[in-house]
């Protein structure tokens, strides 16, 4: 009888390899608006507005922007005049003047970035209001409407009332 005994050295050796993914990365530029005052009042019912002018006293934080690059933020209304009880006045909406202020919704901005113009009308054509060298993933801006001495005589001899205008805040990449 014959037998075998077989003796053998296997060497097992694990498989090594490697795979590959791809990482897509989609970046799109981010710009949106938001107003935190819906509605704004500037009163003109005592002999010192009627003198000196008056104001909406500071809306702070009123203008909020989110944006992922420099930006500039422009300011206009959507007509000429006031409206009053809905129909077209006389009387321009270019004696508003709006001063605006950097706001503190954000510690950590840099406001050396932003150039605000300071003489800006209200007008029915966009006027630039600030212009932001700094992206900012949330910035607040204050703003304050207000009525200068030099445009007070707009307001005798025209009706009481409520005039009304829409303001529009437009942010344009730069």
Do not use: R
């Not at 006045?89 to 605000?116: C, R």
């Amino acid at each position: 009888m014959l037998s075998f005994i077989w003796l053998s050295s296997f060497s097992s050796k694990a498989q090594i390899g490697s795979a590959a993914s791809q990482v897509n990365l989609v970046v799109n530029e981010l710009m949106s608006l938001e107003i935190e005052q819906s509605s704004v009042m500037i009163n003109m019912n005592l002999p010192s507005h009627y003198k000196f002018g008056n104001n909406s006293g500071i809306q702070q934080n009123h203008v909020k922007v989110t944006a992922t690059s420099n930006y500039t933020l422009a300011v206009s209304a959507t007509n000429q005049n006031f409206t009053l009880n809905g129909l077209n006045t006389n009387l321009p909406v270019n004696i508003i003047k709006i001063e605006a202020n950097t706001g503190n919704l954000n510690p950590n901005f840099n406001s050396g970035q932003v150039s605000i113009n300071s003489g800006v009308y209200l007008n029915a054509s966009q006027t630039n209001l600030l212009n932001s060298h700094s992206s900012e993933t949330l910035q607040s801006f204050d703003v304050n409407y207000v009525i200068p001495t030099s445009a007070t005589p707009n307001f005798l001899n025209i009706p009481s009332g409520n005039y009304k205008t829409t303001v529009i805040y437009t942010i344009i990449p730069q």
